[in-house]
């Protein structure tokens, strides 16, 4: 598996990120299998939040499984988020919030520290410099390694940046060839005659780059917001045409193809996947491995409905 550094971050981290948001389902064996193939797979960083599941389940589930992974705590990177309280219908991050979100992650997750922590998406009523104090107590604390971000645009991070000391090594938002609105506008630019033109997130893109602000781009495979995957989906018949092409030249699977476009990308970001099934795994971390050129890259962007302006 292909590594990376993080600028001001981690160091020598996977480009696929195992997503654990859908492990609340799991058994504790089968997400012990799920983490064991993932690290097998060459996958090191695994990605939770505390909302993922009815009170942080997926990060209980996860700490249950562990010991049976034979995974050592100190061989992988664990992120998690705070903000999102779908419980309270609100999004918070007040200082207390982000404190005591942290020691539960941590209480639930059974470890001493996280490598990363991510604010997940804006509280529209934030103070950043709330954020300020909450992230020198979790540093200080040791409890937070690395800081980062996640659904933020570009002005969001600079008031932030304006007050918290630590680098924001991480932006984390949607990127699929299906959901490619932060790679399209820049194609459109000013064309009336199409939505793709339309600037959703303040050019994120670019400026995570001139930043050295790492994307991680959650639900590569699916449609929309959580609509299923268009892997096999007879809904996108030339997208699977040509990721199957592709698929059977590199020998391997289409899910390997849409991944790998995004590994494709020069702003080398990370692919974060939310599958639980073992071999939809071992068949993901093969992108890493993939060289897909200039024009491949372009063919499947095509296929998933752009057109050249
Ligand atoms: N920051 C944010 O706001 C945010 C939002 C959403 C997600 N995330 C993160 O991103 C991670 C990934 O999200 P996601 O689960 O939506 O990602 P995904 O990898 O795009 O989708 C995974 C889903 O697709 C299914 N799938 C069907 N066929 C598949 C195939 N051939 N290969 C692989 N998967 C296939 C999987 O089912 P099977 O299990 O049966 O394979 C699973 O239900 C999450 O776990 C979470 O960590 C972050």
């Not at 001001?8 to 480009?15: A, F, I």
């Not at 589930?61 to 050592?72: M, N």
């Not at 790679?183 to 995570?208: H, P, V």
């Not at 702003?267 to 050129?293: F, R």
Request: aromatic content about 10%; some cysteine; glycine content about 6%.
């Amino acid at each position: 598996m292909k590594k990376i550094n993080i600028v001001n971050g981690p160091q020598n981290v996977s480009v696929i990120i195992q997503g654990c948001m859908r492990m609340p389902g799991l058994t504790k064996e089968a997400a012990a299998e799920v983490i064991r193939t993932a690290y097998d797979s060459g996958i090191n960083f695994y990605d939770h939040a505390s909302c993922y599941g009815e009170d942080g389940a997926a990060e209980k589930k996860f700490a249950e499984a562990f010991p049976l992974s034979g995974v050592k705590r100190e061989d992988i990177y664990i992120q998690s988020k705070c903000g999102l309280c779908f419980d309270r219908n609100e999004f918070d991050w007040t200082k207390e919030n982000i404190l005591s979100s942290v020691d539960d992650s941590l209480s639930r997750l059974k470890v001493e520290y996280l490598d990363t922590l991510l604010l997940h998406r804006p509280d529209l009523l934030y103070d950043p410099e709330e954020v300020a104090e909450a992230f020198d107590r979790l540093e200080k604390s040791g409890k937070v390694r690395f800081f980062g971000v996640s659904n933020l645009v570009p002005m969001q991070i600079e008031l932030l940046k304006k007050y918290v000391k630590q680098p924001l090594i991480i932006n984390q938002v949607q990127l699929s060839l299906e959901q490619s609105q932060l790679i399209d506008q820049a194609l459109y630019m000013n064309n009336k005659t199409t939505e793709f033109s339309i600037n959703r997130d303040g050019n994120c893109l670019d400026y995570c780059r001139l930043s050295d602000i790492t994307i991680q781009a959650w639900s590569p495979l699916q449609i929309g917001m959580f609509g299923g995957t268009f892997i096999d989906n007879p809904d996108f018949p030339e997208l699977n045409k040509a990721l199957a092409e592709l698929a059977e030249r590199e020998k391997v699977s289409k899910t390997a193809i849409a991944l790998a476009w995004i590994l494709r990308h020069p702003a080398k970001m990370q692919a974060i996947i939310g599958t639980m099934n073992p071999e939809h795994i071992k068949d993901a971390c093969m992108a890493a491995d993939v060289k897909l050129s200039h024009h491949d890259w372009y063919a499947l962007y095509l296929a998933a409905g752009k057109y050249l302006p």
